[in-house]
Structures are given as structure tokens and as C-alpha cells.
């Protein structure tokens, strides 16, 4: 049993793993060509391009490219009409924004648990957080894994509810075949630097809706409406334009994505295989019907009974010793600083007058996102599965050398 890097043993990895993002000459040429334009926000040919390249990516019929995911979902909520009064229910497992998003429009985030295999949102706690309030899902594809849309679809329409997927993580994914971000009423994206398709910043927006599309075009381009003129404002909107400059970049990102997700999936699967050798470590699990993650992150689920109480904090310093980048992401939401004194409760959307319910994000306890979030799970981020076979193996060896080496992590 070779000594750990921690000891002062050989690292398993010297080598660091691809970066992100890639810059290439094609990435160069694009921006150049809107340098050379002189057209540099709207009105340019790389925005239309992209709309159209991103609605036909996402098997949608429309696109608004906007400046970030989090005003793709505030945007999204608002065209569906969710606002002061109205509940949406959002996992507590995402990043801040799925909740943020609903309270910028006035509306009222309700917090359901999640699945603690697939870590996605689960459509019974769901169902359970409806009230007569209820007027949207957030379905989260946290990872890119996609959620049990199914079981949400269902719910949406018995309830009468609008189903907004947080796509931000999930470019390219599939569920039951489809590609994620048309299922539900809207689809939002990221473009922030660290997502599988990037352009530093951005967001987009994807629906099969004709008339939430007409609605999400004026509000992000301050109340414009495609057939009208400059100064032709019909609806209350905003500046929340996407540059020529994203869109270049974007366009680069969507050439090379086919073979960077054929990596991702292929390394995916050899780390999946390796996992299963490893007593304690799990891969997230798909939920029924999801049928390709897009692997944003690659999340590990950790059973600490089974590597005889060794502390997720403790394999970690361990496994970073050696050369693997990994970390363990999340708290749950409802346990941010914003939620136990950040908002004003006495004032909107808390005590609005359309507002007839009560929240109380203190008293929250999950059960699964609290376990998942102390120690059950950690990240590796998506550019580690951009390397060749070798590379994953490496990383399979080193959680491998850190499971067998865990009675001495215990005791020194
Ligand atoms: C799940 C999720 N939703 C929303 C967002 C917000 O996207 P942005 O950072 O582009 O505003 C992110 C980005 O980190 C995310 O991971």
C-alpha cells in the first residue's frame, strides 16, 4: 500500500488536468470579426446566430440570450406571470439564484428536499410543499442531471402550475431522449465562466411557447417588441441584453462542445466504473427517465460509516494531497446568511398584502439536502473528465489509495 501524499508519499497525480475554458484561434477569429464590425451590442449577425444555434441545440422553437442565468430565471418567471402572492418551489441543493430569482419578481421561494441519490429535487417532497399559493416549480438540473420530469410534468399540470427548468448546469443534457429546457413551460442557461458552454457571463432563455417568448424578448429588452420601432415601448422591461462579444465566444462553444460531452461521457462512465470498486463512494444516480447528465460537475456521494468514520473534510485533504482536485460545494440554501437575517420579513413580498402565507426559512431542517450538505458529498469539477481515459484512472487510483489508507488518516 503506497504512502499518502499527505505522509509525504508519492503524489498519485503531478500532471494538472485540462483547464477551462478553452481558448482557441477559432474562439480569436470570432471575436475578431466583431471587433471589425463596429457593431458590438444589438443589431449585430452573432446574437441572431446564436438564438437560433442555441433554440435548435435545445430542441426548442425559441431563444432570448440575455446577460446572465439569473436574470434568464427571473426573466422566465416574470413571462410566466409568477409575481407578488404566489409560492415557487425550489430544491435548497442549487445555487443561490433559483431562489433569488423567485423573490425578485415578488414571488415567495418554498424550499422542497431533495432525492439523496440523485440529488434533485424530489416530486413527492414537491408535491407535499404545495399550497393554494403554489404557482411554480423550479426544476434544477443540478450537476446536469436532469430531474424526474415526469413526475413534475404531472404535478404542474394537475396543479395547474408553471415548471421552469434551472438549466444552468445542464447544457446538452436529455431526458427520456429529449434535450432539457423546452420540457417545462422555460428553460434558463448560464454562460458564467464556469459552465460547460461559457462566455465568461450570460444567460439564455428556451421555450416552445410563442407567447412566454414574446413576453421574455421585451422584458430583457426594455419593453421593445420585435415588430415595433426604437421607441416603441410596450411593457415594463429592462436592459438585460447579451454583447456580440458572448455571442462570438458562444458560437465557439457550441462547435466545440459535441466532442468535449463525448469526453465528459466517456470519462464519466470509466469514473462511474471505477466508483464501484470503491466501498462508501457512490456516483450520483440518474432519476427515472433521465437519460444523459451533462455533467457540470461530477458529484461523489460519501458514506462516512463505510470508510469506518473517516470525515468527508479528512478524505478530501487527503485526495487534494494527491493530485485531485475535489470539493464539497453547497450549503443548503435556506441555511444562507439571506435567509436567516438577510431579508426583511416584515417588509415585500414577505408581508405584502397579496401575500396570505407564512414562511419560516429558520425553522428548515431537510433531512436529505442537511445530510448530503454534511459531509455526504463532494465535486469534481467538469474539466477533470476533459482528459484522456488516463486521467480519469488517475483519479479513480487516488480515491482508491485514500479508501485503503484510511486507518492511518484516522489516527494522525
Ligand atoms: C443552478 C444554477 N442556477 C442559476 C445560476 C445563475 O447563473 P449566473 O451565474 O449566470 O447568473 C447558476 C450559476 O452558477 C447555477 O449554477
Given amino acids: 500500500m503506497s504512502k499518502l501524499?499527505?505522509?509525504?508519499?508519492?503524489?498519485?497525480?503531478?500532471?494538472p488536468f485540462p483547464s477551462w475554458p478553452v481558448r482557441d484561434e477559432g474562439c480569436k477569429k470570432r471575436l475578431a470579426e466583431v471587433v471589425d464590425s463596429g457593431i458590438w451590442g444589438i443589431g449585430g449577425g452573432k446574437q441572431a446566430e446564436f438564438v437560433r444555434r442555441f433554440a435548435e441545440f435545445c430542441e426548442a422553437s425559441h431563444c432570448v440570450a440575455c446577460n446572465s442565468g439569473t436574470t434568464a430565471l427571473e426573466i422566465a418567471l416574470r413571462a410566466a406571470g409568477i409575481g407578488p402572492g404566489d409560492e415557487v418551489i425550489v430544491p435548497p441543493y442549487t445555487f443561490i439564484a433559483?431562489?433569488?430569482?423567485?423573490?425578485?419578481?415578488?414571488?415567495?421561494?418554498?424550499f422542497a428536499d431533495i432525492d439523496p441519490e440523485t440529488l434533485t429535487i424530489n416530486p413527492n417532497a414537491a408535491e407535499a410543499a404545495i399550497t393554494e399559493r403554489t404557482a411554480a416549480i423550479i426544476a434544477v438540473h443540478i450537476a446536469g442531471m436532469p430531474c424526474d420530469m415526469a413526475a413534475l410534468t404531472g404535478l404542474a399540470r394537475s396543479h395547474g402550475l408553471k415548471l421552469i427548468e434551472d438549466c444552468a448546469q445542464a447544457h446538452g443534457a436529455e431526458y427520456g431522449g429529449r434535450r432539457v429546457g423546452a420540457l417545462g413551460d422555460a428553460g434558463c442557461f448560464s454562460f458564467q465562466s464556469s459552465k460547460n458552454i461559457t462566455a465568461g457571463e450570460g444567460g439564455a432563455l428556451v421555450t416552445n411557447?410563442?407567447?412566454?417568448?414574446?413576453?421574455?424578448?421585451?422584458?430583457?429588452?426594455?419593453?421593445?417588441?420585435?415588430?415595433?420601432?426604437w421607441y416603441d415601448h410596450r411593457v415594463l422591461g429592462w436592459n438585460l441584453r447579451i454583447t456580440e462579444f458572448q455571442c462570438a465566444v458562444l458560437l465557439r462553444g457550441l462547435e466545440l462542445w459535441p466532442d468535449q460531452d463525448a469526453?465528459?461521457?466517456?470519462?464519466?462512465?470509466?469514473l462511474r466504473g471505477h466508483l464501484e470498486d470503491i466501498p462508501?463512494?457512490?456516483?450520483?444516480?440518474?432519476?427515472?427517465?433521465?437519460?444523459?447528465c451533462a455533467y457540470h460537475l461530477f458529484p461523489v456521494l460519501y458514506d462516512q460509516e463505510s470508510l469506518d468514520g473517516l470525515p468527508l473534510a479528512r478524505f478530501l485533504e487527503a485526495l487534494n494531497a494527491e493530485g485531485i482536485p475535489a470539493w464539497t460545494g453547497y450549503n443548503p440554501l435556506y441555511r444562507e446568511g439571506v435567509f436567516l437575517d438577510g431579508l426583511d420579513m416584515k417588509g415585500c413580498p414577505f408581508a405584502c398584502k397579496f401575500y396570505t402565507g407564512k414562511v419560516?426559512?429558520?425553522?428548515?431542517?431537510?433531512?436529505?439536502?442537511?445530510?448530503?450538505?454534511?459531509?455526504?458529498?463532494?465535486?469534481?469539477?467538469?474539466s477533470l473528465l476533459l482528459g484522456d481515459p488516463s486521467d480519469t484512472d488517475d483519479i479513480g487510483e487516488a480515491m482508491h489509495k485514500v479508501y485503503e489508507n484510511r486507518a492511518e488518516l484516522l489516527c494522525r
Fill in 360 to 382: 419560516d426559512y429558520r425553522s428548515l431542517d431537510l433531512p436529505n439536502v442537511e445530510r448530503i450538505c454534511r459531509g455526504g458529498a463532494f465535486w469534481l469539477f467538469h
Fill in 263 to 270: 469526453r465528459r461521457q466517456e470519462n464519466a462512465a470509466r
Fill in 209 to 229: 411557447d410563442d407567447a412566454l417568448y414574446g413576453r421574455a424578448w421585451s422584458i430583457h429588452n426594455v419593453g421593445r417588441v420585435p415588430e415595433g420601432g
Fill in 98 to 110: 433559483t431562489a433569488s430569482a423567485a423573490i425578485y419578481v415578488g414571488a415567495i421561494p418554498v
Fill in 5 to 15: 501524499a499527505l505522509f509525504g508519499g508519492p503524489k498519485v497525480r503531478e500532471k
Fill in 280 to 292: 462508501g463512494l457512490r456516483a450520483q444516480a440518474f432519476p427515472p427517465g433521465a437519460t444523459k
